[in-house]
């Protein structure tokens, strides 16, 4: 039987999107309060952070490079490295941020609007143009893939203590899954199922024994991306 064939990166980011709105919209405000995977965040917070991810991508869509690739879909990633100060002031700024928001519902529908705008620029743009965003140059297939993988990973945090609210994507989980692999430079060797592989491999829980000696060395590469 032939192997399917992958959804194209508009279509995995358009997933991605739709499965984490849906868990935004479903919180009321004192859910909005409830902690996340994410050290120190409420779903107020991670929800603030994912609207400046929205908000770059629709920049990001729109500024041509005028230079080459530098980075792909996995290679966008490499450069992370994971308790920086960059990343701690990048905590402290979303909570900071967050908190001004003095009622949760403007938040949320900013959030909400704003990822809608996202899906649509998404299946408007060129596929192969190259697009500009955080110093890197890139190709709009390789940016979408890399929102889709951010809003996977953290649609995961955002439902770590919510265990009735909606699960990400499949698709966008078997993104996750191949941009991890890109960056461990193989398939995983232990078998793990989507959500345990993100959630192993960007350092939200620990390894096991077991988990460790079927990766070799590879166990002290990890987290990949945070």
Do not use: K
Not at 72 to 79: F, L, R, T
Not at 145 to 155: G, P, Q, R
């Amino acid at each position: 039987m032939p192997e399917a064939v992958p959804p194209e990166p508009a279509t995995i980011l358009d997933d991605a999107y739709r499965a984490f709105a849906d868990v935004v919209h479903g919180l009321d405000d004192d859910a909005s309060w409830t902690p996340t995977g994410c050290t120190g965040w409420t779903a107020r917070d991670l929800v603030f952070h994912c609207l400046a991810d929205a908000q770059r991508a629709l920049v990001a869509l729109h500024t041509p490079a005028d230079r080459e690739p530098d980075v792909d879909a996995v290679g966008y990633w490499a450069a992370w490295t994971p308790g920086g100060t960059g990343a701690a002031n990048g905590r402290r700024w979303a909570r900071v941020s967050a908190s001004m928001f003095a009622q949760w519902s403007p938040l949320r529908e900013l959030y909400l609007e704003t990822a809608a705008a996202v899906r649509l620029a998404a299946t408007t743009s060129e596929p192969s143009a190259v697009v500009a965003t955080q110093g890197h140059a890139l190709r709009v297939d390789d940016l979408l893939s890399t929102l889709a993988v951010e809003a996977t990973v953290h649609h995961l945090d955002l439902v770590a203590h919510l265990p009735e609210a909606p699960r990400p994507a499949t698709s966008g989980l078997r993104e996750v899954r191949r941009v991890l692999d890109g960056l461990l430079g193989r398939p995983e060797p232990v078998g793990w199922d989507d959500v345990r592989y993100a959630l192993a491999a960007t350092g939200r829980v620990e390894l096991t024994a077991l988990e460790r000696e079927q990766l070799g060395a590879d166990a002290e590469r990890l987290p990949l991306l945070g």
